[in-house]
């Protein structure tokens, strides 16, 4: 679990290195045995140690003296519903987030897409953070896919494991930002 809990951490201060996450925002998980790890709640990456992942089983009950991240229900959801997804990436990057406050779908405009295993980004409508409603729309929006964005909210990223995950979460926010640019022109 110490080497699961390492990859976490340098993945999260990856994220906050490329701009991805900023502060406390964003989260990210891995399959482990009957749960996942899972960063923890309102800690910036800067303060994490490996030691503050977080087990939750799949039954939602956490590791005693450890705050997962308010999020941990669609990590819980997604990994209980997708077998071969072992790892999560949730990111308030800044193009994905912007498209997704407009509720907006990133349609097929560059063969690229195809990163994430179907022809188009949906957006997930509009829940609040940390509840059960938004994991069941994040699990419908990743329905035959491994991204979504989350209304007013930010993007969701999946992987056969965290390298994986992590690419994808890089290059939809690469189509994101291109698909901005093309809505300016």
């Not at 991805?20 to 923890?40: H, I, Q």
């Not at 509720?103 to 295993?117: E, L, S």
Request: with cysteine.
């Amino acid at each position: 679990m110490q080497n699961l809990s390492e990859q976490l951490l340098k993945v999260a201060q990856k994220l906050a290195e490329l701009g991805l996450n900023k502060g406390t925002a964003g989260n990210c998980s891995m399959r482990y045995e009957d749960g996942f790890l899972v960063t923890p709640s309102g800690m910036g990456v800067e303060e994490m140690t490996p030691r503050d992942m977080a087990f939750v089983d799949f039954d939602g009950l956490a590791e005693k003296g450890k705050k997962p991240s308010s999020e941990w229900r669609f990590h819980r959801d997604i990994l209980a519903n997708r077998p071969e997804i072992n790892a999560v990436i949730h990111t308030h990057s800044m193009f994905a987030t912007t498209l997704a406050c407009l509720h907006k779908d990133i349609p097929p405009f560059h063969y690229m897409i195809a990163v994430t295993g179907a022809d188009t980004i949906r957006c997930a409508p509009y829940a609040l953070f940390g509840t059960q409603v938004l994991s069941d729309h994040a699990l419908a929006a990743l329905y035959y896919s491994k991204a979504c964005l989350l209304a007013n909210h930010g993007m969701i990223a999946l992987g056969r494991d965290l390298e994986d995950a992590f690419a994808v979460t890089v290059e939809v926010e690469n189509l994101c930002e291109q698909y901005w640019r093309i809505l300016q022109i």
